[in-house]
């Protein structure tokens, strides 16, 4: 499921900052997503943003302060 590896993403940057800086220093919701699934992560970006409940178009944050997880 979808919600499930966005959790799993979200928990593992908790614990590595080393890829939290990766997913942070990402320049668009795009490249945030096709990075996650080089690594292994399975959603799209539609998935990311009804898992997380916001648009990253209209929310600028960190991932750390991503709403819903």
Sequence with gaps: MSKDQVVRLFRETQTNPSLKEQFNASPSPEHF????????????????????????????????????I
């Design 33 to 68: 997503v096709a990075l996650a699934q080089q690594q292994g992560y399975d959603f799209t970006l539609e998935e990311w943003q009804a898992s997380t409940r916001f648009s990253v178009e209209e929310l600028v944050c960190e991932l750390s302060e991503i709403p819903g």
